[in-house]
């Protein structure tokens, strides 16, 4: 009976929510094609009956500490022994810091493929198929596996947790993590939290070569504070030197998902959009209907930003 | 000391969305007419830390390395422009279209080849497919750790001091070359290249190695070997779903937007 494997990570000693996610995943998976779920996890005997009460069958436990990022060598010998024990053929994992190493390491050791942030998967004939955004969001490709065993990074809050049942059990199974560790981690610092972060705010105005005027970034910057959140940039206003490239959204800059993105003169290039596509609701202000930005936008206001922003800040100051 | 950096060429990510297109049934991205493919974002960073390393040292060889058509010359001789000693182009018809594990190994049997190699650099993802798998997949094949998403670096003696980007933070590790490390866009501003450099590059000399050359059989390379099958190809449809605000002018439409999105619950 071919199984699916998740590998949960936790935060703070608790199982972290992505583990769910992972769950529900292989649990459709398992729902078409048959077998059982199990979840790899480390730390104490207490993490396995949340993973139990959202869909897993069996856990196995690894030692504390062996499933953090920077310990992936330490990590995959873990990974290798709950794969073979719980006889899986697909094995999932969240695009996290620990699964982009994690994944193509279990890969090569396998001598087996990876896909990495996958959107959607499904059972062809028993055998995995998914779905992955590439080119910055510009095409969709959909892969298989030639190799038995199919490992997989899920793209985080793109499955839905189950209810957790908390009348599900199941065992629980100690695994040994005897993996050399070559890599030696010294330390590991959680970012600093001063103002409101790019990467953490629930409001991001960004502004692009459309603005063409550097000096337009101070109206930028005073609807982002007027809304309690960050004013952000694209390459192409970064490389003018109008913005620092601190502030910079997109590929090579930030990757944001805040709730509400204004964009305000971005045209949506694959480079802009790889940073910000993961916005729960887009705002375009842009003179051209055809921009890519206006159509992945839920309101768009065709017209020059320099007569709508200021009308925009006046009127949202006079909405209390 | 002796660096490898392996870079990519690919199709500008800054192509605008009208003009990408897909062949649908060659599952491959038609080239935008007029826009030249460039440096994957990502890899002269990987250039500019093994410049840095060089210039610290005070010796060193750089060896520039890319999978990839006659086109990836170009690649190779921005990173010449920007400091680098030697260009190799792995170039084969065997390589045209092949996933990242065959990629690793082409890339790792090149860098055997080089010989006495202390590190390899790459950038930490390429920006096309955007796996991030193949740093690791070359120190796999090379029996080589692999520190990924490098912020910064610093190496004494044999021991690489590396600073890592993670999802919530930052980590430092330590590692003994020889080693493989990725290299972020946190890393800093690549150096530009200055004409007399770019005039020095283009007498740099660019050798070409084939899958024969890298001593390859022929399950190791092919498209129809690939161990990651790519099913299909396409652009997405995006339902737009875009409410355009209308308005008797520019002020009025601001006015109806703040509105809407009052309503909406998002301020």
């Given at each position: 009976m071919p199984g699916t494997l998740i590998i949960a990570e936790t935060v703070e000693g608790a199982v972290a929510p992505l583990s769910f996610e992972l769950l529900a995943a292989a649990r459709s998976l398992v729902d078409q094609g048959g077998g059982s779920v199990s979840a790899l996890v480390a730390g104490?005997?207490?993490?396995a009956q949340p993973l139990f009460e959202h869909g897993a069958d069996a856990v196995y436990l690894a030692p504390a500490g062996s499933l953090v990022s920077g310990y992936a060598e330490t990590g995959v010998a873990a990974a290798l022994a709950a794969c073979e024990a719980a006889g899986a053929e697909v094995v999932l994992m969240g695009q996290t810091s620990l699964g982009r190493d994690l994944a193509p390491l279990m890969a090569f050791r396998l001598n087996t493929a990876v896909a990495m942030d996958c959107l959607s998967l499904e059972l062809q004939e028993g055998r995995l198929r998914a779905t992955r955004s590439c080119y910055g969001g510009n095409a969709n490709a959909e892969v298989t596996w030639r190799g038995e065993t199919q490992i997989a990074t899920l793209k985080l809050k793109a499955w839905d947790a189950l209810e957790p049942d908390t009348s599900r059990n199941g065992s629980v199974v100690p695994v040994e993590a005897?993996?050399?560790?070559r890599v030696r981690v010294i330390s590991t610092e959680a970012a600093e939290a001063t103002g409101v972060r790019l990467e953490d705010a629930e409001v991001v105005v960004s502004g692009g070569r459309g603005l063409g005027d550097p000096s337009a970034f101070s109206m930028m910057e005073e609807l982002s504070e007027l809304l309690g959140g960050a004013t952000g940039a694209s390459r192409a206003a970064c490389d003018l030197g109008w913005?620092?490239?601190?502030?910079q959204v997109g590929l090579t800059g930030k990757t944001v998902t805040p709730n509400l993105y204004i964009a305000v003169g971005i045209s949506g290039a694959s480079q802009h959009m790889a940073g910000m596509?993961?916005?729960?609701n887009i705002i375009a202000i842009n003179r051209d209907p055809d921009a890519n930005m206006v159509q992945v936008a839920r309101f768009a206001v065709i017209e020059d930003y320099k007569k709508v922003v200021p009308a925009l800040i006046d009127a949202i100051k006079g909405l209390d | 000391m002796n660096i490898v950096v392996c870079v990519k060429q690919i199709?500008?990510?800054?192509?605008?969305a009208s003009q990408f297109a897909v062949d649908n049934a060659a599952k491959r991205v038609i080239p935008a007419q007029g826009i030249a493919p460039v440096v994957n974002p990502y890899d002269p960073q990987a250039t500019e830390a093994a410049l840095r390393l060089k210039d610290a040292a005070g010796e060193g060889k750089i060896t520039v390395i890319s999978l990839g058509e006659e086109s990836a010359r170009d690649a190779i001789k921005h990173a010449l422009a920007m400091g680098a000693d030697e260009g190799i182009l792995l170039s084969d018809p065997d390589f045209e279209n092949i996933d990242n594990f065959q990629t690793s190994l082409a890339l790792a049997r090149a860098i055997e080849k080089v010989g006495d190699v202390d590190l390899v650099l790459m950038g930490r993802?390429?920006?096309?497919?955007?796996?991030?798998v193949a740093p690791i997949g070359v120190a796999e094949q090379l029996g080589l750790p692999c520190v990924t998403i490098a912020k910064s670096m610093e190496l004494e003696g044999d021991t690489l001091t590396v600073e890592r980007v993670l999802d919530d933070g930052f980590q430092t590790v330590e590692v003994d070359t020889p080693a493989v490390v990725s290299i972020s866009n946190e890393f800093g501003e690549p150096r530009y290249p200055q004409l007399r450099q770019i005039m020095l590059a283009a007498k740099k000399t660019v050798q070409v190695w084939s899958a024969d050359d890298l001593e390859l059989e022929d399950e190791d390379a092919g498209e129809d070997n690939r161990w990651l099958g790519l099913e299909a190809l396409y652009i997405p449809e995006v339902e737009s779903n875009v409410e355009i605000i209308e308005g008797d002018s520019p002020e009025d439409q601001a006015r109806n937007l703040a509105l809407k999105l009052r309503e909406a619950k998002l301020i």
């Amino acid at each position: 009976m071919p199984g699916t494997l998740i590998i949960a990570e936790t935060v703070e000693g608790a199982v972290a929510p992505l583990s769910f996610e992972l769950l529900a995943a292989a649990r459709s998976l398992v729902d078409q094609g048959g077998g059982s779920v199990s979840a790899l996890v480390a730390g104490d005997e207490s993490l396995a009956q949340p993973l139990f009460e959202h869909g897993a069958d069996a856990v196995y436990l690894a030692p504390a500490g062996s499933l953090v990022s920077g310990y992936a060598e330490t990590g995959v010998a873990a990974a290798l022994a709950a794969c073979e024990a719980a006889g899986a053929e697909v094995v999932l994992m969240g695009q996290t810091s620990l699964g982009r190493d994690l994944a193509p390491l279990m890969a090569f050791r396998l001598n087996t493929a990876v896909a990495m942030d996958c959107l959607s998967l499904e059972l062809q004939e028993g055998r995995l198929r998914a779905t992955r955004s590439c080119y910055g969001g510009n095409a969709n490709a959909e892969v298989t596996w030639r190799g038995e065993t199919q490992i997989a990074t899920l793209k985080l809050k793109a499955w839905d947790a189950l209810e957790p049942d908390t009348s599900r059990n199941g065992s629980v199974v100690p695994v040994e993590a005897a993996g050399e560790q070559r890599v030696r981690v010294i330390s590991t610092e959680a970012a600093e939290a001063t103002g409101v972060r790019l990467e953490d705010a629930e409001v991001v105005v960004s502004g692009g070569r459309g603005l063409g005027d550097p000096s337009a970034f101070s109206m930028m910057e005073e609807l982002s504070e007027l809304l309690g959140g960050a004013t952000g940039a694209s390459r192409a206003a970064c490389d003018l030197g109008w913005y620092p490239p601190s502030q910079q959204v997109g590929l090579t800059g930030k990757t944001v998902t805040p709730n509400l993105y204004i964009a305000v003169g971005i045209s949506g290039a694959s480079q802009h959009m790889a940073g910000m596509s993961g916005s729960k609701n887009i705002i375009a202000i842009n003179r051209d209907p055809d921009a890519n930005m206006v159509q992945v936008a839920r309101f768009a206001v065709i017209e020059d930003y320099k007569k709508v922003v200021p009308a925009l800040i006046d009127a949202i100051k006079g909405l209390d | 000391m002796n660096i490898v950096v392996c870079v990519k060429q690919i199709p500008d990510p800054e192509t605008p969305a009208s003009q990408f297109a897909v062949d649908n049934a060659a599952k491959r991205v038609i080239p935008a007419q007029g826009i030249a493919p460039v440096v994957n974002p990502y890899d002269p960073q990987a250039t500019e830390a093994a410049l840095r390393l060089k210039d610290a040292a005070g010796e060193g060889k750089i060896t520039v390395i890319s999978l990839g058509e006659e086109s990836a010359r170009d690649a190779i001789k921005h990173a010449l422009a920007m400091g680098a000693d030697e260009g190799i182009l792995l170039s084969d018809p065997d390589f045209e279209n092949i996933d990242n594990f065959q990629t690793s190994l082409a890339l790792a049997r090149a860098i055997e080849k080089v010989g006495d190699v202390d590190l390899v650099l790459m950038g930490r993802a390429s920006a096309d497919w955007d796996m991030g798998v193949a740093p690791i997949g070359v120190a796999e094949q090379l029996g080589l750790p692999c520190v990924t998403i490098a912020k910064s670096m610093e190496l004494e003696g044999d021991t690489l001091t590396v600073e890592r980007v993670l999802d919530d933070g930052f980590q430092t590790v330590e590692v003994d070359t020889p080693a493989v490390v990725s290299i972020s866009n946190e890393f800093g501003e690549p150096r530009y290249p200055q004409l007399r450099q770019i005039m020095l590059a283009a007498k740099k000399t660019v050798q070409v190695w084939s899958a024969d050359d890298l001593e390859l059989e022929d399950e190791d390379a092919g498209e129809d070997n690939r161990w990651l099958g790519l099913e299909a190809l396409y652009i997405p449809e995006v339902e737009s779903n875009v409410e355009i605000i209308e308005g008797d002018s520019p002020e009025d439409q601001a006015r109806n937007l703040a509105l809407k999105l009052r309503e909406a619950k998002l301020i």
